[in-house]
């Protein structure tokens, strides 16, 4: 096993131990899923992104219960503009399309991607931009 892969592993743990011990009774994919993190921690490949849920689970990002982080998606170049646009055409919120990201690749900054992942993620977000009833969540 990798360095990398160690580290990965130990801050997916310990993201799951953070939460346990602040909300204890809460279910932690629940928490996640609220946060707009909508994948299981295993699937996340970003050591940034894993800081960043750790820091929100441990209560050192400013958050409370229930509620959305304020959402980064790196910088956007010409791609992940028209990516926006297109995710609001379809009726998504950040977190949504910040959750299709992460299922995709296991980042969350658009500038991680390679082309054909973000290539990907236009073709999924033009198929919801032509649907006629949006789905809003």
Not at 10 to 39: C, H, M, N, T
Not at 99 to 114: H, P, Q, R, S
Not at 119 to 130: E, F, T, V
Request: hydrophobic letters at 35%; glycine letters at 6%; aromatic letters at 8%.
């Amino acid at each position: 096993m990798s360095n990398l892969e160690t580290y990965l592993k130990r801050s997916r743990s310990g993201i799951v131990i953070a939460i346990k011990k602040r909300f204890p009774d809460e279910d932690y994919r629940q928490l996640l899923r609220d946060w707009g993190y909508d994948v299981r921690l295993s699937q996340i490949h970003d050591p940034d992104l894993l800081r960043e849920i750790h820091a929100l689970a441990s209560g050192y990002a400013p958050s409370q219960l229930h509620q959305y982080p304020q959402p980064s998606l790196g910088t956007l170049d010409a791609q992940g503009k028209y990516a926006f646009a297109l995710m609001h055409q379809a009726g998504w919120t950040v977190p949504r399309l910040r959750a299709l990201i992460i299922k995709t690749a296991g980042t969350a900054n658009w500038a991680k991607l390679t082309k054909a992942q973000q290539r990907q993620i236009i073709n999924i977000l033009k198929n919801y931009a032509k649907k006629p009833n949006k789905e809003t969540s």
